[in-house]
């Protein structure tokens, strides 16, 4: 093909949890070329989760270089994605002040209750499409203030992860409206900081970065950057938007009433809207993906995560990475696992009760159960999470037409078969790409006028197998699932007294006081 007649390539960057993915995309959605850099999640107190902005920065250079390195066509631009709700305080010459505070982080859980036991708390919710949690970063502003006040005050500018990547990279202090709407701190009805959620936090708004759309597009990179990069100083730099609404773009779930569900670590379920809005009841968020496309839905803490666990307290033997062997235990077990239920809280959990007062528990164990009982049942559990976020999804007046899901978890046939059983409705598994990386791109293809709009996405996407759900085993997960909603509500009392009993309990074992008798 004559270079003249190349298809545009986009890198779509996704600044993750745990890793930066970056990966080439030409306007055919064909992969180029990828690379990911993976850096730690650092918990130095209970409840804390986060990291070093500069390792970041380095693992996100390190990426994109190395995409670059392996391209044989120039690159048309570089389009961002990261995950949603970090904060990052920076002093005026743009420092970090503070570590990046990721959404796992729970430190500021009384801050979030408080909010969420006033009547202004759902208000707000319905206003700014983030739920009253301490995932939020206006909870965690308000633990600033209260606890590192003197710190609070020398802070100029309040950002996220992907804020300060394209400060450094650019020397542009923005935020694009799809990581504002996850802050609690922007109107989603006018796109602008609100008043109230600023007053609340105690903060201005010209400490906050100026407010753009998700397809703007910066000038080019600083002349230190390119150089890292290995990209001319004056490639575009499309700012992009958050990993839950362009996951849903990735999966080619653009279209109201097309579900995109994903579970890695944590786990979601997203419908597109075109217009923004909450239920009554605030049991979803909603957040930009562009000014017609709102992504609506509900997040979980424990998805993957709780395999891991899983691994670690049950089969330690089986090694460090023993998912395949986990799988094929819980494979052993019957479908409902012997009435044994889960609630797979470990990490706390947000969808749909957005409390970040829960504990994980089993449920109705009896002597007849083994260790393959307690890892299905581990794994049920996390579907039947998903459940309810669908269910939410619908009450809040959304329909539901098909469901595209996504994530490290779709590589197994029993998690591929099981979500189809507990959703009760067939599940599209699209082949090989990250969707938020791919939609990362696709949104940068639009920006940069290579492709007519995002809605491509949806014919771009192959799909690879559907799961259509097992009648009987849909039946048995249809009657357990009011008893698993139940169980929630249940135990609140049990959660909120564990709560306060929490800090006095020792954290290392006894030490004997002498040779055993």
């Known amino acids: 093909m004559p270079p003249d007649t190349l298809p545009g390539v986009v890198i779509g960057v996704d600044i993750g949890t745990t890793s930066t993915k970056t990966m080439a995309y030409d306007t055919d959605g064909r992969l180029l070329a990828s690379h990911s850099a993976a850096y730690p999640l650092d918990d130095p107190h209970p409840g804390y989760a986060e990291q070093d902005p500069e390792v970041i920065l380095a693992a996100v250079v390190e990426s994109i270089r190395t995409v670059v390195s392996e391209l044989t066509v120039p690159v048309s631009g570089l389009a961002f994605c990261s995950a949603m709700h970090s904060l990052i305080g920076l002093d005026a010459a743009g420092k970090p002040l ?141 700012v992009g938007a958050g990993d839950g609404p362009l996951a849903n773009l990735g999966l080619g779930a653009v279209h109201p009433g097309m579900v995109a569900c994903s579970i890695g670590t944590s786990g979601a379920m997203r419908v597109m809207v075109e217009r923004p809005g909450v239920d009554p009841l605030g049991g979803v968020f909603c957040y930009a993906l562009t000014e017609d496309r709102w992504a609506v839905g509900g997040a979980i803490n424990n998805g993957g995560i709780v395999l891991k666990w899983a691994g670690a307290a049950l089969a330690p033997e089986l090694g460090e990475h023993p998912e395949e062997d986990l799988v094929a235990l819980a494979a052993r077990a019957p479908v409902g696992s012997g009435g044994l239920i889960m609630l797979p809280y470990l990490h706390s959990e947000r969808a749909p009760h957005w409390s970040a007062l829960p504990r994980g528990a089993y449920v109705g164990l009896t002597h007849g159960h083994r260790r393959e009982h307690l890892v299905r049942a581990a794994m049920e559990g996390v579907c039947q999470q998903l459940a309810l976020v669908l269910t939410s999804v619908r009450a809040a007046g959304n329909e539901v037409r098909e469901i595209r899901a996504g994530g490290g978890f779709a590589r197994s046939g029993l ?34 006028g290579l492709i007519p709009s995002i809605d491509v996405a949806a014919d771009l996407v192959r799909i690879e197998e559907v799961i259509r759900p097992d009648p009987a085993a849909a039946a048995t997960y249809a009657a357990l699932l009011p008893l698993f909603a139940e169980l929630y509500d249940a135990l609140v009392p049990t959660f909120t007294s564990m709560r306060r009993l929490e800090p006095g309990l020792p954290a290392e074992p006894a030490t004997p006081a002498g040779p055993p008798m």
């Not at 700014?128 to 949690?133: A, D, I, V």
């Not at 591929?416 to 938020?436: C, I, K, N, T, Y």
């Open 98 to 238: 503070t570590p990046s505070v990721t959404w796992a982080d729970s430190r500021a859980t009384r801050q979030a209750e408080r909010l969420r036991a006033v009547p202004s708390g759902l208000a707000l919710h319905r206003r700014t499409g983030t739920p009253m949690h301490p995932m939020s970063p206006l909870p965690k502003l308000l633990w600033f203030a209260e606890q590192e006040p003197r710190l609070f005050e020398r802070v100029a500018h309040w950002v996220g992860i992907k804020d300060w990547v394209l400060l450094r990279l650019c020397e542009a202090l923005v935020t694009d409206h799809s990581i504002a709407s996850a802050t609690g701190l922007m109107n989603i009805h006018t796109l602008e900081w609100d008043t109230e959620a600023l007053t609340i936090a105690g903060i201005t708004e010209e400490q906050l970065p100026q407010l753009v759309a998700t397809t703007a597009v910066l000038p080019g990179l600083t002349p230190q950057a390119a150089t890292a990069l290995g990209l001319p100083p004056r490639t575009p730099v499309v």
């Open 415 to 448: 998690w591929r078969q099981m979500l189809a059983d507990v959703l009760g409705m067939p599940v599209s598994f699209p082949g090989g790409r990250e969707g938020s990386s791919f939609g990362a791109a696709l949104l940068g293809m639009q920006a940069l």
